[in-house]
């Protein structure tokens, strides 16, 4: 079983208003995670704020317009940070806002916090302008930016007393960390593209005849772009179903948090299957009312007790 502490004998009002200003970022900015955020009782949804606010702090030092080398430099500065956060030398009265809220966090989770120096080098990794030869190589990357958050979130959770299977929980966390991650490249093909960036492993693309990139609301002339597509849907499903076996062993709305977050991506991938071309158009997104009841079904158990049928039947 992995512990979670969930008391919050006093606050403080600095460490309240430090929450309050995590949660603000999460709010506005979390297009799709919000939906399971807000499913959690207080402590955890504020916990999870405060990993939010950071991580979205480090990717946006990543997505901005600085040079590389003022980029690089900023993430270590960030890098120096969480060293005081680890450290405990980050008090409440520090101008930070995510500073104390992570501190607050790390003192009342087990929050494995090395996960987001993790992020930061899968952000240099994007600063350096890294691409990848094989699905392998890929993973590394996804590990650290996407795997990671799963591994930091279930210190969140925690695992239920007694679930079978708990030490590999962390493993499955991460696995549905890459499920999204792929799911998030899959999705975000052209916006990269037009900055520069390709994350699909150069030796997929070269087999479905897309090695000259995307540059435009077409694929390349000749390519099999679909096909492309298709592969890594499958992929990213055969993730998401390992990622799934998290599910049981979550107190409920832990459970319903991660179905949410996870039924919204899944969502977005069943759409880039039915139109692979979409996603170089412009960005494929959910309607509010599809991911709302989406976190809805979550929250009832719909998906967690189809899943775990599954899983069930799976291994009979
Ligand atoms: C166990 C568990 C909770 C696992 C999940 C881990 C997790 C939340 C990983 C996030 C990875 C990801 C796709 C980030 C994209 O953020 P973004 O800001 O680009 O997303 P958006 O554009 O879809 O809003």
């Not at 966090?105 to 916090?113: E, K, M, Q, S, W």
């Amino acid at each position: 079983m992995i512990r979670t502490v969930e008391s919050e004998p006093h606050m403080s009002a600095p460490v309240l208003a430090a929450y309050g200003y995590c949660e603000a970022v999460t709010g506005q900015q979390a297009r799709n995670f919000a939906y399971g955020i807000r499913l959690l009782p207080a402590p955890k949804r504020r916990a999870m704020s405060a990993l939010y606010a950071f991580s979205r702090r480090v990717d946006d030092i990543g997505d901005g317009v600085l040079a590389p080398e003022v980029k690089a430099k900023r993430l270590e500065e960030t890098r120096a940070l969480l060293a005081r956060i680890r450290d405990r030398s980050v008090d409440e009265d520090d101008t930070d806002p995510v500073a104390v809220a992570l501190r607050h966090t790390a003192d009342h989770f087990p929050v494995p916090l090395d996960g987001l120096d993790e992020l930061i080098d899968g952000v240099l990794m994007d600063v350096r302008g890294e691409t990848y030869e094989t699905w392998d190589d890929l993973k590394v990357y996804c590990r650290c930016v996407a795997g990671a958050i799963g591994r930091l979130s279930l210190g969140v959770f925690g695992t239920e007393p007694g679930a079978r299977g708990a030490e590999r929980a962390p493993e499955y966390a991460d696995t549905l960390g890459l499920a999204l991650q792929l799911t998030n490249i899959l999705r975000d093909v052209r916006e990269d593209a037009e900055n520069g960036r390709t994350y699909l492993p150069a030796d997929d693309l070269a087999k479905f005849g897309c090695s000259a990139g995307f540059d435009g609301p077409r694929p390349p002339e000749g390519s099999d772009f679909a096909g492309l597509v298709h592969f890594e849907v499958r992929r990213a499903r055969a993730l998401f179903a390992e990622g799934y076996r998290l599910l049981p062993m979550l107190d409920r709305r832990s459970g319903a948090c991660v179905a949410a977050m996870a039924g919204i991506y899944r969502r977005l991938l069943d759409r880039i299957e039915r139109e692979p071309e979409a996603v170089l158009r412009g960005r494929v997104s959910l309607p509010g009312r599809e991911k709302a009841y989406v976190a809805v079904r979550g929250l009832s158990g719909l998906d967690a007790r189809h899943v775990s049928r599954r899983t069930v039947r799976r291994r009979a």
